[in-house]
């Protein structure tokens, strides 16, 4: 570059950064308590500072008992408060008043597309936090779904970054608005849990800021997220726990957050690391956050000035949420009606109607015998795998939910039909020797074919088969990643048994995640996606299936054809190897962690490197851009009605970079049912300077209709939010050009069209 050139370059440097500059930066309220915080840290001693950045017991960190500040409580998180263990140990207490409302999990909240709910959501469970006497909860659980196999799918939201970020939005500022701390976790880039404490994921900065960091910034920058929880994972070769430019660079200096990080438990690698990066606390214990940091002051080897901004951090979140004193917390039970009302209505907005010939709902006029098959229908999800469940007062199962609002009008007859797989890693595979593990096969494979005979003559005398199958919570858990989509346990198999003796088969698949559906999607009448789906799930489904509520759920993400059509699978990104021991698992058990090994295994194709290739084509951006035929597309969903879209109309045509695009277009439910329909506005590039992916959500809304009802509906698509990062400046850009608008019912199913300018 000549002189002028670098002249040339800087101004362009500065004006953009002036662009974003300081006004731009969320002002958190939590730096109103700053003045007071000052006065408190200019008492402390240096031994009570560093006493608060560590774990005090499994789930606190400690105040300082001398002045007054009290303990910080977590629970988790994210989908019903966990229940309370002994302090030290992960044993539970075993009482009574902490039973908890288990809410739908993750990926069924994000099917509702409904902000809204997911700000009762977050309301709900921080009313029976504050019963438990928590400051703060270990959620929202927001990663990107960019696996179908991801072990956590089912906690997490979406793959799509717009439908996360809107949700994590809401489920914060329900919680936080409550007096409850939220803790957006795990940040960042913890998309898969195969070797999750070991694995350096390598991602291009387009991608970590367009699709990954999204959701975490928008609680951060529109609700106030108070706390984050840094992963177990490295991000481009360091661990999140220490990652300067992920704790300090983003997250405090362009969002502004003002809160406290926390790592993952037992995820701290380092002392001088991870305080001088922005790590508050280590949890749990204080292996580097404890004497070692004092010893580190004492040294001057950190500065104690780092020590109060780490101290200041926390005592923000503690200034702001009011602790519960130990003698208030459960006084009685957690779990109270309004919030399972709010389970309900989350798992009745979240199920998925995939396909429907006509037999739903459920005609009853003429007391049909219902054939209810599937371990699924008797099987409860608040609990399983690895990590945290919810003990829950009652949780209605599928059967159960299904005889509650059926009554005496049909005939429901259940028979098993499959059997659950047990859970690998359970008690009961320790100290079998390989003879033992052989007989329990056999076993089971002479039960598998029991309870096949059994559903099947209990298929052929019914009118409808109710075939209610999924996954469960041991095949998706923590820890570990499934090793495939098929429906576990022959569940494919079974149905192309019951299809020979009865065609009318409906298919309720209980399930957190993505299944291969090519056996059972021709072989069933009507399929049906029904998430686990909290305490309510049951009687959720049960009158989605009967019409007293129209199904108005929509994919989170795409259903593949095959698992390996899928972005890192085709890629050959996923798997990277052999999995190894769990981080977490390790730590309960007490075992050494061995994460630091991987620092010793070399780069190329080793299990501890994940190399993100597909860079933004996460999803449907993948299958969109790359032409390749999905199952069912992002966004999909049937409703028992129909609803036609026309005359998209914009108030003009070009656009600065201030504007905002407000789309409006008539939307009417054609049916004869009241039905919700999930507007979807997607942005697709004409002529771009940049790749992008082919289109990409940017807005979209749940509207309710009643049968011939039509309205008038309005999304707006903020210019801003169409920016793009650029790596070589390090920042956010314009890219202006002719875009397209697509207006649908999903990714896979565009009603409307328009062009617009950018300028
Ligand atoms: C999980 C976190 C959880 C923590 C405490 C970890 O294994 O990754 O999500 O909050 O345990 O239970």
């Known amino acids: 570059m000549n002189t002028i050139e670098k002249l040339f370059a800087y101004l362009t440097l500065f004006f953009l950064m002036a662009a974003c500059s300081q006004d731009d930066v969320h002002r958190s309220a939590l730096l109103q308590y700053d003045e007071q915080i000052d006065e408190i840290i200019a008492r402390m001693t240096l031994e009570e500072k560093v006493n608060m950045l560590h774990g005090k017991h499994l789930f606190s960190s400690a105040g300082v008992e001398r002045l007054g500040i009290a303990d910080m409580k977590y629970t988790d998180g994210p989908f019903g408060i966990r229940e309370e263990l002994h302090s030290d140990s992960w044993q539970p207490l075993g009482i009574e008043n902490d039973r908890a409302t288990f809410f739908p999990t993750g990926s069924a909240l994000a099917a509702t597309w409904s902000p809204e709910l997911a700000c009762e959501y977050g309301k709900a469970m921080a009313i029976e936090a504050r019963l438990r006497g928590k400051d703060m909860v270990l959620g929202p659980s927001i990663n990107i779904q960019r696996i179908p196999t991801g072990g956590r799918t089912y906690e997490y939201l979406s793959e799509d970054p717009f439908l996360s970020a809107r949700l994590s939005v809401g489920y914060t500022k329900g919680m936080q608005d409550q007096g409850v701390a939220a803790c957006l976790k795990h940040y960042a880039l913890n998309n898969q849990e195969n070797n999750r404490g070991r694995v350096n994921v390598v991602v291009g900065e387009r991608a970590m800021h367009e699709i990954y960091l999204p959701p975490f910034r928008a609680a951060v920058e529109e609700a106030d997220a108070f706390g ?88 923000r979140v503690r200034m702001a949420i009011q602790p519960i004193p130990e003698d208030e917390a459960n006084r009685e039970v957690a779990s109270q009606p309004a919030q399972q009302k709010v389970a309900y209505d989350v798992a009745a907005r979240s199920i998925v109607l995939l396909k429907n010939d006509g037999i739903l709902p459920l005609a009853l006029d003429r007391r049909p015998v219902i054939a209810v098959i599937g371990d699924n229908a008797t099987q409860t999800m608040a609990k399983g795998g690895i990590g945290a469940g919810v003990k829950t007062p009652y949780e209605v199962a599928p059967l159960d939910g299904l005889k509650n609002k059926v009554a005496d009008r049909a005939e429901i007859v259940y028979a098993r039909g499959y059997q659950s797989a047990p859970f690998r890693f359970g008690r009961r595979f320790w100290n079998k020797t390989a003879e033992e593990l052989e007989e329990m096969r056999k076993e089971q494979e002479r039960a598998a074919l029991d ?38 346990s022959g569940q494919d198999e079974l149905v192309r048994s019951i299809a020979e003796v009865n065609p009318n088969i409906v298919t309720v698949l209980v399930s957190g995640a993505p299944n291969d559906l090519n056996v059972v999607q021709p072989l069933s009448k009507a399929l049906l996606l029904s998430w686990f789906n909290g305490s309510e799930g049951g009687n959720a489904m049960a009158d989605v299936l009967l019409g007293n509520s129209s199904p108005g759920g929509r994919l989170p993400f795409t259903l593949p054809m095959k698992l390996d059509d899928s972005p890192a699978y085709a890629l050959g990104n996923y798997p990277q190897g052999e999995q190894g021991s769990d981080i977490f698992a390790n730590l309960v058990a007490g075992k050494k962690d061995d994460s630091r090994k991987a620092d010793t295994i070399k780069p190329g194709n080793d299990p501890n490197t994940a190399i993100y290739s597909e860079e933004s084509l996460v999803g449907y951006r993948w299958f969109d851009t790359k032409n390749v035929p999905v199952m069912y597309p992002f966004g999909y969903g049937l409703t028992y009605a129909s609803f036609e879209y026309s005359d998209l109309t914009t108030k003009k045509n070009k656009f600065g970079k201030n504007d905002v695009i407000s789309l409006t277009f008539d939307l009417e439910n054609t049916g004869n049912m009241p039905a919700d329909e999930v507007v979807q506005a997607y942005v697709h590039r004409v002529n771009p300077s940049v790749e992008w992916p082919y289109k990409e959500l940017k807005a979209f809304s749940r509207v309710t209709l009643q049968p011939g009802e039509r309205k008038n509906v309005s999304l707006d698509i903020p210019v801003k939010s169409l920016m793009y990062w650029n790596e070589s400046l390090q920042v956010w850009a314009h890219d202006p050009c002719t875009l397209e608008l697509f207006v649908g019912a999903s990714a896979g199913d565009i009603r409307l069209k328009k062009e617009v300018i950018l300028r």
């Open 228 to 315: 984050v929880m840094s992963a177990y994972n490295k991000v481009n070769g360091w661990w999140c726990a220490e990652n300067e430019i992920l704790l300090t660079q983003i997250l405090r200096n362009d969002w502004g957050f003002a809160g406290m990080v926390i790592s993952d438990w037992g995820g701290t690698h380092s002392t001088v690391e991870s305080v001088e990066s922005g790590l508050n606390v280590e949890m749990p214990g204080k292996k580097y956050m404890g004497e070692a940091l004092l010893d580190s002051v004492k040294a001057g080897v950190v500065s104690e000035e780092v020590i109060d901004r780490r101290v200041r951090e926390i005592l």
């Open 451 to 488: 309870l096949k005979k059994e559903a099947l003559e209990v298929a052929a005398k019914a009118d409808i088969v109710l075939f209610i199958g999924g996954n469960n919570r041991t095949v998706e858990s923590e820890g570990f990643d499934r090793r495939d989509i098929f429906l576990p």
